[in-house]
């Protein structure tokens, strides 16, 4: 997925989950965050971070934060709305290879009393796939949640019971990182989430990890990643 227009800046702070500060061709700034985790480990004050400029001239923000420079070497996109779109992406390219040759595949379905990110139908096999964001890395590790999730433990609650009636169901971690070794869920920030997904494997449903290719203009999935559990 590419971003059509981009911007450098250095970030200033982030006074609440849906904006920052920045410093923009030497003015300050107020953008939007398109990611309302803490990412407190990346928006650091100083670093050089990627803005996208707004479709809609009328828009209250014109720009968006949607990566950062963690280091000068490691670029992490934390634009946690577009991960969905790569992921989708990829599906229908058959870039992931344990979901390949669909008879068809549905974005945002309501099942029940939720709603999962993609529906399925495959030769003598239909489910859902819950897609999440992560953006928490360290020493080439991945972790997931950086704050206590209690939707995405729902989310997995809802997806062990499904795999009760017969339903092939996923969790897909978008790593959007590039050249990661290791994913593991975050037991120290969020034990109960890793909990639930130790659960969601025993009851079958596959863990996926897949980390990017992430440049300041686009992002897009590369290889799978191992899952420690």
Same mark, same amino acid.
């Given at each position: 997925?590419?971003?059509?227009?981009?911007?450098?800046?250095?970030?200033?702070? @982030? !006074?609440?989950?849906? $904006?920052?500060? *920045?410093?923009?061709?030497? @003015?300050?700034? $107020?953008?939007?965050?398109?990611?309302?985790? @803490?990412?407190?480990? $990346?928006?650091?004050?100083?670093?050089?971070?990627?803005?996208?400029?707004?479709?809609?001239? &009328?828009?209250?923000?014109?720009?968006?934060?949607?990566?950062?420079?963690?280091?000068? =070497?490691?670029?992490?996109?934390?634009?946690?709305?577009?991960?969905?779109?790569?992921?989708?992406?990829?599906?229908?390219?058959?870039?992931?290879?344990?979901?390949?040759?669909?008879?068809?595949?549905?974005?945002?379905?309501? #099942?029940?009393?939720?709603?999962? +990110?993609?529906?399925?139908?495959? %030769? =003598?096999?239909?489910?859902?796939?819950?897609?999440?964001? *992560?953006?928490?890395?360290?020493?080439?590790?991945?972790?997931?949640? +950086?704050?206590?999730?209690?939707?995405?433990?729902?989310? $997995?609650?809802?997806?062990?019971?499904?795999?009760?009636?017969?339903?092939?169901? #996923?969790?897909?971690?978008?790593?959007?990182?590039?050249?990661?070794?290791?994913? @593991? !869920? &975050?037991?120290?920030? %969020?034990?109960?989430?890793?909990?639930?997904?130790?659960?969601?494997?025993?009851?079958?449903?596959?863990?996926?990890? #897949? %980390?990017?290719? *992430?440049?300041? %203009?686009?992002?897009?999935?590369?290889?799978?990643? =191992?899952?420690?559990?």
């Amino acid at each position: 997925m590419k971003y059509l227009s981009i911007q450098e800046a250095i970030f200033l702070k @982030r !006074p609440n989950r849906f $904006i920052a500060h *920045v410093l923009l061709n030497g @003015r300050e700034e $107020i953008v939007h965050v398109k990611n309302t985790g @803490r990412c407190k480990e $990346i928006l650091k004050k100083g670093v050089k971070v990627i803005l996208e400029e707004a479709s809609n001239p &009328n828009r209250k923000t014109k720009y968006s934060l949607v990566a950062a420079y963690k280091d000068d =070497h490691t670029l992490i996109n934390i634009d946690s709305q577009i991960t969905n779109y790569v992921v989708y992406d990829a599906l229908i390219h058959s870039e992931v290879g344990e979901l390949k040759d669909f008879i068809k595949l549905k974005k945002e379905v309501k #099942y029940k009393n939720s709603r999962f +990110d993609f529906y399925y139908e495959k %030769d =003598h096999e239909k489910g859902f796939i819950e897609v999440k964001s *992560v953006t928490l890395e360290e020493n080439g590790n991945c972790m997931f949640p +950086d704050a206590p999730t209690e939707r995405g433990r729902k989310h $997995i609650e809802e997806l062990i019971h499904l795999q009760k009636e017969g339903y092939k169901n #996923y969790i897909f971690f978008l790593i959007q990182i590039e050249n990661m070794k290791i994913f @593991r !869920p &975050n037991k120290v920030t %969020d034990p109960h989430f890793e909990e639930a997904l130790q659960r969601a494997k025993e009851k079958g449903i596959c863990i996926l990890a #897949y %980390d990017s290719i *992430v440049k300041e %203009d686009e992002i897009k999935i590369n290889k799978k990643v =191992h899952t420690s559990l």
